[in-house]
């Protein structure tokens, strides 16, 4: 048998692995420059964690997660994407009493469970950014103000 990586997957090594490089030491220069802190969220989360913040009627949902059953009947999901996880682990941690403004990003594997496109992975890298304590739409000046 021959062993191949699974559709819409790819292994990255050599000229690309060193883009990923470069690009993720951008974001988290750029991240650290405007006041925002890593986080690393698992993989695998509960899939009703999905359900709640991105919506039960979506295609994500629907048709794109990649679930799969856990332990006591729970069902677990491969990250759809990343702020349902971030959100979740400031609740967790109670982060928000600890305090006041909180400014993460993330970066790293997603996966989409839908038929490939030109282009377009299962397995895909996405970087992204939360403030959270704060609902103001001027939240990246206000956090120049105080780098």
Do not use: N, W
């Amino acid at each position: 048998m021959k062993y191949q990586a699974v559709k819409g997957m790819a292994d990255i090594f050599g000229d690309e692995a060193r883009r990923y490089s470069a690009l993720e030491s951008l974001a988290r220069a750029v991240g650290s420059r405007y006041g925002y802190e890593e986080i690393r969220t698992p993989l695998v989360e509960p899939t009703e964690l999905f359900v709640r913040s991105i919506g039960e009627a979506t295609d994500i949902v629907e048709k794109e997660m990649f679930s799969f059953p856990g332990p006591g009947e729970k069902s677990l999901s491969l990250r759809p994407e990343g702020t349902a996880g971030v959100v979740r682990a400031y609740l967790q941690h109670s982060i928000y009493a600890q305090q006041g403004i909180s400014r993460y990003y993330y970066m790293g594997p997603m996966f989409r469970r839908e038929r490939p496109q030109a282009g377009r992975r299962r397995q895909f890298h996405q970087f992204g950014v939360e403030a959270l304590g704060i609902c103001h739409p001027a939240i990246d000046e206000i956090g120049r103000a105080h780098v």
